[in-house]
């Protein structure tokens, strides 16, 4: 299985400042059509997942441009230009591209 | 609007089998593969398998294989998770979700295996 790597774990940030998560695969996501299938995902506290971005660096309908994704390969990474008090949760990076489909293991991510 | 609603969750005793059935709307739920994903007490994201449109293609994640039966009804826009032989491992919250991208999530619900 491919092994996704985030980091940090944990991350403090005040309101307004940017935030940066990291994810690592274990091998390259770029599958056979040339596409790249790694996801961002929010788990806000008691709710269910929710994806933010698709193909590294889409953002999903109604999320906003303070969001972004960027990377390729095996290195991947989500930011947040200013933080608000509503992206409190943890991140979870996923990819598509290889079977099984495996997750990152979380950023948590605490307002300062 | 996309809504997905699991149910059929609970206390289940170590052995015994469970059905979760997920009630899709707001999507033409025959034209997408389906997915479920689980997530153990204050643990992260496992992903355990998803079908086709048409069923002919069932996959799972290979260490939950022989647990787990992924199955829909197109007619009744309805997923199902057939899960045998229980034991404490599987005590999670499990989501179905619309795949194959996971775009969107279930509220989740809550599967409890003890005596």
């Known amino acids: 299985d491919v092994v996704m790597t985030q980091t940090p774990v944990s991350l403090s940030v005040a309101i307004g400042q940017p935030a940066s998560i990291s994810c690592k695969s274990s091998?390259?996501?770029?599958?056979?059509?040339?596409?790249?299938?790694l996801n961002w995902l929010l788990q806000r506290p008691g709710q269910s997942p929710k994806r933010l971005i698709y193909?590294?660096?889409k953002l999903d309908s109604g999320i906003p441009d303070r969001f972004s994704g960027s990377g390729s390969e095996t290195d991947f990474t989500l930011k947040i230009s200013r933080v608000e008090a509503d992206d409190l949760g943890v991140y979870y990076c996923?990819?598509?591209?290889?079977?099984?489909?495996?997750f990152g293991g979380g950023t948590k991510l605490e307002l300062k | 609007e996309v809504k997905l609603v699991e149910s059929g969750g609970g206390l289940v005793q170590p052995g015994r089998s469970l059905k979760l059935s997920c009630a899709a709307s707001?999507?033409?739920?025959?034209?997408?593969?389906m997915g479920w994903v689980r997530q153990a007490p204050g643990k992260g994201l496992e992903w355990i398998g998803e079908?086709?449109?048409?069923?002919?293609?069932?996959n799972y994640t290979p260490s939950l294989k022989d647990k787990f039966t992924i199955s829909r009804d197109n007619a009744q826009n309805t997923l199902y998770l057939q899960m045998s032989k229980l034991g404490s491992e599987d005590t999670a919250i499990y989501y179905c979700?619309?795949?194959?991208?996971?775009?969107?999530w279930g509220q989740g619900v809550m599967v409890t295996v003890s005596s």
């Open positions: 979700a619309r795949a194959r991208y996971l775009d969107y």
């Open positions: 707001g999507f033409s739920f025959n034209d997408y593969w």
């Open positions: 079908i086709n449109q048409d069923s002919s293609t069932i």
């Open positions: 091998q390259s996501l770029v599958g056979t059509s040339g596409k790249t299938y």
């Open positions: 193909l590294v660096s």
């Open positions: 996923l990819q598509g591209t290889h079977f099984p489909q495996t």
